[in-house]
């Protein structure tokens, strides 16, 4: 059990050093967070961006760069571009985001020829750590997917457990969301979970659909007679749409006082899937979660 | 500017006393919620249910009942519609949800001939105390309308702006959420949203697509450098969907420390509609909102 987004640093410190590569460096709270996971020993970073802005944000942060390879490419998409490709020729093993927009950043990895997408489906898989609950849990997908259907969502149930299962968790349990915990037909999403809830899956166990309040308190799951070995312990959510995913992302760190860790899923090598407002200490975590998802 | 849920009891206080009709009464909490606001003077009841059960439920909390007025009707479905026959009558002021199924209770407020229904949709209103936003805010619609089209959404806006104007709230700033802040095509609820948002009402400002941060948290207006009057200032949210509408509300009470107080909108009279497993304490805060409601 994962208990804390400072989990993923222990686990991080299991793994040999990663290359991480910065698309769009020029931000100050990711380049914090790249001075802090190579003070730790745990990843050296090749910076992608305009170099000037770079020096100076560094400089500020009192952030010696001297020793880091930089490459100058002030232009956003053309900076992404290179990141990628400094990832997929095996430069380094894990793409970060800087400075840039999530739609810029996300074709830059989707592009089918240059791009590092193992999968027809690429969804944003975020670890939250929520003070209201018992261990971190992961959420999807709250800003890619924007509709999924049933098979969309077998596929992100299946990526996702296999995110899970690289950063230590065994037997991930799975919850299918939706307004109801009954299969209501005018709810689509509810006829999707009770589906999906019904096939038998490989190290994992998933159920649905389940409410909000049944998925993570085992007082209300007693209390509506629900028998669950997911409800109150969910290690993994997934969400009907892109609506209600990022609804429930962004209620639980704005209402919430949660801290997130955004990585994706279905691409071939590790992925940070931050937002630009996030601090510096969350980018951290999420360098060391995509540092945990590496093989070795 | 209502900061607290217990500000409704401050508003109920200056309204003459009201007379509540409980359906399906035996329920501990709800009796509770009672034996509190005849406390303060502020309604009387009539309780409708299972005598044997209110009575002993009563004793329990050793709560005098003996001077209110019981109607004896063991069955769910009938004493719904009993509860609300007294109301429609004017014989009580209030309808409040005991013990009994949402659906059943709803079902006797809906019936087109014996009901109360004053709209052709009816809406849950949730009020919500968070400990991480500075005021009261309301969401519509956790628990009703499934998938609200562009006119429903129109017609949940006027509903609940009312309500709103009743507790007090002069010009009320209401938020059309959805996943992204801009006009998407692929993402419906945008559409609606800047449609709806486009439009000029009276007595309050109408803003959207806007995503729960910039609804909630002014910083997250500045960043995205978004002029807004409603971000960060919110008093209604209108939701997508059910879906949305369903994980914000559980999510905010589950993982956000939120207290709630829930009522109906498109009914002739104040409704109190309340979850079987809310605390005593909130259903007092959910009276004393539908109180507040009352003209005099």
Same mark, same amino acid.
């Given at each position: 059990m994962l208990e804390k987004l400072s989990s993923f640093v222990e686990l991080a410190r299991r793994k040999k050093p990663k290359i991480v590569a910065v698309a769009a460096a020029e931000d100050s709270h990711a380049?914090?967070?790249?001075?802090?996971?190579?003070? !730790?020993?745990?990843?050296?970073?090749?910076?992608?961006?305009?170099?000037?802005?770079?020096?100076?944000?560094?400089?500020?942060?009192? #952030?010696?760069?001297?020793?880091?390879?930089?490459?100058?490419?002030? !232009?956003?998409?053309?900076?992404?571009?290179?990141?990628?490709?400094?990832?997929?020729?095996?430069?380094?093993?894990?793409?970060?985001?800087?400075?840039? !927009?999530?739609?810029?950043?996300?074709?830059?990895?989707?592009?089918?020829?240059?791009?590092?997408?193992?999968?027809?489906?690429?969804?944003?898989?975020?670890?939250?750590?929520?003070?209201?609950?018992?261990?971190? #849990?992961?959420i999807t997908d709250a800003g890619i997917t924007i509709t999924p259907d049933q098979q969309d969502k077998a596929t992100m149930i299946a990526q996702s457990v296999n995110v899970l299962h690289q950063v230590g968790i065994a037997v991930p349990k799975v919850a299918l969301i939706a307004a109801v915990e009954h299969l209501t037909p005018a709810i689509a999403a509810t006829v999707d979970a009770a589906a999906l809830s019904g096939i038998t899956y490989d190290n994992c166990i998933v159920e649905g659909p389940l409410s909000i309040d049944l998925a993570f308190n085992k007082a209300s799951c007693r209390h509506k007679g629900l028998h669950s070995q997911v409800g109150g312990d969910i290690d993994l959510a997934i969400l009907p749409d892109i609506n209600s995913a990022n609804v429930f992302y962004k209620t639980v760190m704005q209402l919430g006082g949660a801290l997130s860790a955004s990585t994706l899923t279905g691409t071939a090598k590790p992925v940070v899937f931050t937002s630009r407002s996030d601090t510096a200490k969350t980018k951290y975590f999420a360098i060391a979660c995509a540092i945990s998802q590496c093989k070795d």
């Amino acid at each position: 059990m994962l208990e804390k987004l400072s989990s993923f640093v222990e686990l991080a410190r299991r793994k040999k050093p990663k290359i991480v590569a910065v698309a769009a460096a020029e931000d100050s709270h990711a380049l914090e967070a790249i001075k802090w996971i190579r003070n !730790d020993g745990l990843a050296e970073a090749i910076l992608i961006g305009c170099r000037n802005k770079i020096t100076s944000l560094a400089e500020n942060l009192k #952030f010696d760069i001297s020793h880091i390879e930089i490459i100058d490419i002030p !232009d956003k998409t053309e900076a992404c571009k290179e990141a990628v490709r400094v990832v997929k020729s095996g430069q380094a093993h894990i793409l970060m985001k800087g400075l840039v !927009d999530s739609a810029i950043y996300l074709r830059a990895i989707l592009n089918k020829e240059t791009g590092i997408a193992a999968s027809r489906l690429v969804t944003q898989l975020a670890f939250i750590e929520s003070p209201h609950y018992h261990k971190l #849990f992961a959420i999807t997908d709250a800003g890619i997917t924007i509709t999924p259907d049933q098979q969309d969502k077998a596929t992100m149930i299946a990526q996702s457990v296999n995110v899970l299962h690289q950063v230590g968790i065994a037997v991930p349990k799975v919850a299918l969301i939706a307004a109801v915990e009954h299969l209501t037909p005018a709810i689509a999403a509810t006829v999707d979970a009770a589906a999906l809830s019904g096939i038998t899956y490989d190290n994992c166990i998933v159920e649905g659909p389940l409410s909000i309040d049944l998925a993570f308190n085992k007082a209300s799951c007693r209390h509506k007679g629900l028998h669950s070995q997911v409800g109150g312990d969910i290690d993994l959510a997934i969400l009907p749409d892109i609506n209600s995913a990022n609804v429930f992302y962004k209620t639980v760190m704005q209402l919430g006082g949660a801290l997130s860790a955004s990585t994706l899923t279905g691409t071939a090598k590790p992925v940070v899937f931050t937002s630009r407002s996030d601090t510096a200490k969350t980018k951290y975590f999420a360098i060391a979660c995509a540092i945990s998802q590496c093989k070795d």
